[in-house]
Antibody, heavy 118, light 107 residues
Framework: QEQLQESGPGLVKPSETLSLTCTVSGGPSSNHYYSWIRQTPGKGLEWIGY???????NYNPSLKSRVTISVDTSKNQFSLRLSSVTAADTALYYC????????????WGQGTTVTVPS | DIQMTQSPSSVSASVGDRVTITCRASQGISSWLAWYQQKPGKAPNLLIY???SLQSGVPSRFSGSGSGTDFTLTISSLQPEDFATYYCQQANSFPLTFGAGTKVEIK
């Protein structure tokens, strides 16, 4: 079945932009939404946003001013950019595939930890 | 945002026990609810979607019920591999939101 794999820097300086990529084996499918989610001990699981079809996006309003999710079908990838990061953006970041019929996230990457030093 | 409240936050149980976890939404979400299992160091794993539909490959001892604001995940006979943390997630409206989790521990 489809597999997802996150990649990107594990350390990002404050005020800089966090950039992560999720590689989708076989390429992103038009039958699914592709999301970014992050997890911290303090806030738990937080949905960042998703992308589907050619590039329709939906973002969490709490992050919307700083987030961009894009897709590169030629590379079988979708990406997350989060600008102006602070220590509060330190988290384990996951990419995940969501079912279009229910938004249940049925395939997840292994996750990648991003640290923003204070 | 819709707030998802899980209870209990932790439960101690023995192998073979029936375990029930509750999730309450701050407003009605119809059946737009999913349940996940997460083990340490691993990504969440989808168990139930649309409140009561069993994800392919998930053992039948897991079941979900409810609609509106109150939902339940039941493990009919707890197995050793079921000790984990369980999360609910609403998909009725954006932003998608998760509960804080329920940790199922060995008694």
């Amino acid at each position: 079945q489809e597999q997802l794999q996150e990649s990107g820097p594990g350390l990002v300086k404050p005020s800089e932009t966090l950039s992560l990529t999720c590689t989708v084996s076989g390429g992103p499918s038009s039958n699914h939404y592709y999301s970014w989610i992050r997890q911290t001990p303090g806030k738990g699981l937080e949905w960042i946003g998703y992308i589907y079809d050619i590039g329709t996006t939906n973002y969490n309003p709490s992050l919307k001013s700083r987030v961009t999710i894009s897709v590169d079908t030629s590379k079988n990838q979708f990406s997350l950019r989060l600008s102006s990061v602070t220590a509060a953006d330190t988290a384990l970041y996951y990419c995940a595939r969501a079912r279009r019929d229910s938004f249940g996230m049925d395939v997840w990457g292994q996750g990648t930890t991003v640290t923003v030093p204070s | 945002d819709i707030q998802m409240t899980q209870s209990p936050s932790s439960v101690s149980a023995s192998v073979g026990d029936r375990v029930t976890i509750t999730c309450r939404a701050s407003q009605g979400i119809s059946s737009w609810l999913a349940w996940y299992q997460q083990k340490p160091g691993k990504a969440p794993n989808l168990l139930i979607y649309a409140a009561s539909s069993l994800q392919s490959g998930v053992p039948s001892r897991f079941s979900g019920s409810g609609s509106g604001t109150d939902f339940t995940l039941t493990i009919s006979s707890l197995q050793p591999e079921d000790f984990a943390t369980y999360y609910c997630q609403q998909a009725n409206s954006f932003p998608l939101t998760f509960g804080a989790g329920t940790k199922v521990e060995i008694k």
